[in-house]
T-cell receptor, first 113, second 114 residues
Framework: ETGVTQSPTHLIKTRGQQVTLRCSSQSGHNTVSWYQQALGQGPQFIFQYYREEENGRGNFPPRFSGLQFPNYSSELNVNALELDDSALYLC????????????FGPGTRLTVL | DQQVKQNSPSLSVQEGRISILNCDYTNSMFDYFLWYKKYPAEGPTFLISISSIKDKNEDGRFTVFLNKSAKHLSLHIVPSQPGDSAVYFCAASARAQGAQKLVFGQGTRLTINP
């Protein structure tokens, strides 16, 4: 069974640029969620995708957007990067079954200069 | 508004003894609770979970207790081992707009001393 994978591992961007992060869900999982983890904090929910549609969003501005593909992989796009966007971005996959257990990938460390 | 709180940033325990990590929550709509362990440069690893209809769930050395009236849960690790040294996050599940959203605490760094 393949776990959740994310790419790239690290990324450095400058303010105002755009970035795309990628995630492959665990085999058999149809739901993908994205989280932002700032240093010293717990992960914060950005949004969730189920059947290629966004079905929930946290307190993040519209410049954070995403996609889910038919194979359940997903992208997180962030436009007009700000310094505060520097964080670890985590992708988690799950199977909507009522147990709500999400399995996380290793994350992408984004640094905005 | 911190709906899930872990008030101890760090905890140090002797190898072989019991480690107890605590978590408090404020939202009575939470119906599922989870504990994750995180090593540096890795994503959170799922440890154990509990539904709000239960008050205890056990898996090997790990036991989670839920006190709904106090809005408190705890993770017990016994016996503690050096490999348990990591940051532990509690998380609560809330269905919002149909999403399975996890709300995390700030984490507790557990250090197991030999």
């Amino acid at each position: 069974e393949t776990g959740v994978t994310q790419s790239p591992t690290h990324l450095i961007k400058t303010r105002g640029q755009q970035v795309t992060l990628r995630c492959s869900s665990q085999s058999g999982h149809n739901t993908v969620s994205w989280y932002q983890q700032a240093l010293g904090q717990g992960p914060q929910f950005i949004f969730q995708y189920y059947r290629e549609e966004e079905n929930g969003r946290g307190n993040f501005p519209p410049r954070f957007s995403g996609l889910q593909f038919p194979n359940y992989s997903s992208e997180l796009n962030v436009n007009a990067l700000e310094l505060d966007d520097s964080a670890l971005y985590l992708c988690a996959s799950s199977l909507v079954s009522g147990t709500d257990t999400q399995y996380f990938g290793p994350g992408t460390r984004l640094t905005v200069l | 508004d911190q709906q899930v709180k872990q008030n101890s940033p760090s905890l140090s325990v002797q190898e072989g003894r019991i480690s107890i990590l605590n978590c408090d929550y404020t939202n009575s709509m939470f119906d599922y609770f989870l504990w994750y362990k995180k090593y540096p440069a890795e994503g959170p690893t799922f440890l154990i979970s509990i539904s709000s209809i239960k008050d205890k769930n056990e898996d090997g050395r790990f036991t989670v207790f839920l006190n709904k009236s106090a809005k408190h849960l705890s993770l017990h690790i016994v016996p503690s081992q050096p490999g348990d040294s990591a940051v532990y996050f509690c998380a609560a599940s809330a269905r919002a707009q149909g999403a399975q959203k996890l709300v995390f605490g700030q984490g507790t760094r557990l250090t197991i001393n030999p």
